[in-house]
């Protein structure tokens, strides 16, 4: 049997242009180094309520995740919200719980984790260290797990991860690389309960 992953993500999840092919995101080699099968929704600039309006799909992201029915869901969004706050930090913290939730109980047979946001750099403006702690703090109270790793994913010196841009933060097929290496492995135990569940 062969196992579903559903992503309900941002470019970080869709490659952008960062990437040479779109197997070498790092949704798509996480499927190929468990053998499952993707669906993934990721939009460009995909937030909890920047650019909420998407029409990419035939429905919303989240939606499309649902109908896909996988066995393993994965938010992994979030970052494009600083641009909401601080004015906004108390409908950021609602719609992120009311998306956690609606997976969760759409999704009752499924594991649904929340993927900690991207950001390559081990020093953050406190915008972002705020969109951080919600994640971890929303999390928690849906009772979802909060799958760390990609905070500072690149260690001290990022440069050779990026794709060339001008605000240098998008990663190339080597940094894709690196995130499968980690979400990989923060993966495994869940992947693992599902498969035996199956």
């Given at each position: ?30 499927c190929t180094n ?11 600039g995909l937030g909890?309520?920047t650019k909420r ?146």
């Open positions: 049997m062969t196992l579903r992953l559903g992503v309900y993500g941002d470019s970080i999840s869709t490659g952008w242009r960062g990437i040479s092919h779109v197997d070498k995101r790092w949704t798509s080699i996480v468990y053998g499952l099968e993707e669906h993934n929704f990721a939009v460009n909890f309520l309006d998407t029409d990419l799909f035939e429905k919303h992201p989240l939606e499309m995740v649902i109908d896909a029915e996988p066995h393993i869901a994965l938010i992994a969004l979030g970052a494009n919200d600083l641009i909401q706050l601080p004015e906004n930090d108390d409908k950021l913290r609602r719609t992120m719980v009311e998306d956690m939730s609606r997976l969760r109980d759409s999704l009752p047979d499924s594991q649904v984790l929340v993927v900690e946001p991207y950001w390559p750099f081990r020093e953050e403006p406190p915008r972002i260290r705020r969109v951080f702690d919600l994640h971890a703090e929303c999390a928690e109270e849906t009772g979802l797990p909060f799958l760390l790793g990609q905070y500072g994913v690149f260690a001290a010196d990022p440069t050779p991860f990026f794709y060339p841009e001008p605000d240098q933060i998008h990663p190339n097929d080597l940094g894709h690389a690196k995130l499968a290496e980690v979400m990989t492995e923060a993966l495994e135990p869940y992947v693992a309960r599902v498969r035996a569940a199956a």
